[in-house]
């Protein structure tokens, strides 16, 4: 990902991503969901982030010319599903990482009670 730029107008980010995204250039935008905050140097910023690096130029050029034509454009949708897709499979085998945790964990105290227990010296 790299910067596009920074912005204290949420409606202006807002605007520029759904251009972006009719031209086929995926946008992010930092600190959307939080919005400025007083106190801190740079929160009061949204930054758009271009999500994939070799779009950056046509994005920069399309930052400065409306009728700027992509050449790099992508099936925006199909991007975001894609990622979604990753993070879930990413999700699940963290899950499947804990689970198998959870049951040597469960397992090896099993066989320290049983050692206990003197099942294992009989």
Not at 21 to 45: C, H, M, Q, R
Not at 59 to 66: F, G, M, S
Not at 89 to 96: E, F, V
Request: aromatic share 12%; glycine share 6%.
């Amino acid at each position: 990902m790299k910067i596009l730029f920074h912005t204290t107008e949420k409606t202006e980010a807002t605007n520029i991503k759904l251009r972006f995204e009719l031209a086929g250039i995926p946008v992010f935008i930092g600190s959307e969901d939080t919005g400025p905050a007083l106190g801190f140097v740079y929160a009061n910023k949204y930054t758009v982030w271009v999500c994939l690096d070799h779009q950056h130029e046509d994005a920069v050029l399309l930052l400065k010319d409306e009728a700027h034509e992509v050449t790099t454009a992508i099936d925006v949708s199909g991007y975001y599903q894609y990622i979604e897709d990753e993070q879930k499979k990413s999700a699940n085998k963290n899950y499947d990482r804990i689970m198998l945790a959870v049951v040597l964990s469960c397992v090896g105290i099993f066989i320290a009670w049983a050692y206990q227990q003197g099942v294992f010296t009989q």
